[in-house]
């Protein structure tokens, strides 16, 4: 079964909008860590939020939200006043566990996002 | 700046030649290296994780005569690829795990772009 679900292979967004990339998981682990990640054209995996299975609050990092919606096993990614720099490849990952040594990031299929001017 | 680097970049090798990849992390020890592979519009599917000292333990499917990897060091992971044939030509991505600071962390390298003929 597939643990993480990105159903979106591409979005499309006006400059300066908001944008949600959706993203929902399963496990049976009551820890476990979510990331979102944005992969530009040249392929480096650029890191963007986490948030922890027990955070209280939706992480938050600049123009980056997560919305996490825990007893719906989903974790979108808003991306807020959207630049031509925002277009790349998003990718939604999990971790169960609590972050041990060798606990391995699982990755969804990922999703295009595209920024129009 | 960078905290992963990949070397080289991108290599193009004959068929039935041999490839080494380099992962180095730059200002943290590495508990863990994983070593994933990307085909052109898919996911990042994770091959092995590899702790220092010990042997890799390789995902399901993951030939481990074919994929040596070897992380001989808290700074240095290698992965080569033996008699490499064209349906190994992939992007190959490492990710670098342990404490920068007071934080645990995991950074992703640039990756390798290997292309068999």
């Known amino acids: 079964a597939q643990k993480i679900t990105q159903t979106q292979p591409g979005m499309f967004v006006q400059e300066k909008e908001a944008v949600t990339l959706d993203c929902t998981y399963d496990?049976?682990?009551?820890?476990?860590?979510l990331f979102w990640y944005k992969q530009p054209s040249s392929g480096e995996m650029i890191f963007l939020i986490y948030?922890?299975?027990?955070?209280?609050q939706n992480a938050t990092e600049g123009r980056y939200s997560l919305n996490f919606q825990k007893a719906r096993k989903s974790a979108n990614l808003v991306i807020s006043a959207s630049q031509l720099g925002d277009s790349a490849m998003y990718f939604c990952?999990?971790?169960?566990?609590?972050?041990?040594?060798?606990?391995?990031?699982?990755f969804g299929t990922g999703t295009l996002l595209a920024v129009q001017p | 700046g960078a905290v992963v680097s990949q070397h080289p970049s991108r290599v193009i090798c004959k068929s039935g030649t041999s490839v080494k990849i380099e992962c180095r992390s730059l200002?943290?020890?590495?508990?863990?290296m994983f070593w994933y592979r990307q085909f052109p519009k898919q996911s990042l599917m994770l091959m092995a994780t590899?702790?220092?000292?010990?042997?890799?333990?390789?995902e399901q499917g993951v030939e481990k005569d074919k994929f040596l990897i070897n992380h001989a060091s808290l700074t240095l992971s290698t992965l080569t690829v033996t008699s490499a044939h064209p349906e190994d030509s992939s992007f190959y991505i490492c990710?670098?795990?342990?404490?920068?600071?007071?934080?645990?962390?995991?950074?992703f390298g640039p990756g390798t772009r290997l292309l068999v003929l």
């Open positions: 948030q922890g299975s027990y955070d209280q």
């Open positions: 590899s702790n220092e000292g010990s042997k890799a333990t390789y």
């Open positions: 990710s670098a795990r342990g404490r920068r600071g007071a934080r645990e962390t995991q950074y």
């Open positions: 990952a999990m971790r169960e566990g609590r972050g041990g040594a060798t606990n391995k990031l699982i």
């Open positions: 496990t049976s682990d009551p820890s476990y860590g």
């Open positions: 200002d943290f020890q590495a508990t863990t």
